[in-house]
């Protein structure tokens, strides 16, 4: 039994069919861009692999030369069979893009795409923006956190 775990174990290499990386290996310095977004239409690209996943933008960390604007929409580019199923309808998201091509954003690797659970703040409200002990859980480095830390 165990020689059968052990021979399916080196067959099967996970990181040949999935590309997504823990979070604590994000890098906000390799990141073309950084910033949260919430998600306002999810479409399938039709005879494609690809998602086109229009985010409005909330907070900016770190642009690219596409530079984005506060309340303004976009499109992004996912692949669906990487991390689609990571992408919900109305979820706001701290999204990590890993390049920008001919004026599209591509988020290739799951782990550059983390959705803010909702919580409540001190008053009982909820609230979508993380707190800077959910934040300094994500691993991400001290660039990134200091935005949480002056708030």
Same mark, same amino acid.
């Given at each position: 039994m165990n020689l059968i775990f052990?021979?399916?174990?080196?067959?099967?290499?996970?990181?040949?069919t999935f590309y997504c990386d823990c979070e604590e290996f994000i890098d906000f310095d390799k990141?073309?861009?950084?910033?949260?977004?919430?998600?306002t239409k999810i479409e399938y690209q039709e005879g494609s692999d690809e998602l086109r996943?229009?985010?409005?933008?909330k907070e900016t960390y770190k642009q690219s030369d596409l530079k984005l604007e506060q309340?303004? =929409?976009?499109? /992004?580019?996912?692949? $669906?069979?990487v991390c689609g199923y990571n992408w919900n309808a109305a979820g706001e998201y701290l999204v990590f893009v890993e390049k920008t091509n001919k004026g599209k954003r591509v988020v290739n690797m799951c782990s550059l795409t983390t959705e803010i659970k909702y919580q409540h703040d001190d008053n009982g409200n909820w609230v979508g923006?993380?707190?800077? =002990?959910?934040? /300094?859980?994500?691993? $991400?480095?001290?660039?990134?956190?200091?935005?949480?830390?002056?708030?």
């Open positions: 052990f021979c399916i174990l080196l067959t099967f290499n996970p990181a040949e990141a073309s861009e950084v910033f949260i977004g919430i998600v996943i229009t985010l409005k933008i309340n303004k =929409s976009f499109d /992004l580019i996912s692949s $669906i069979t923006i993380p707190t800077l =002990s959910e934040v /300094l859980k994500w691993g $991400i480095n001290k660039e990134i956190r200091k935005k949480w830390e002056k708030d």
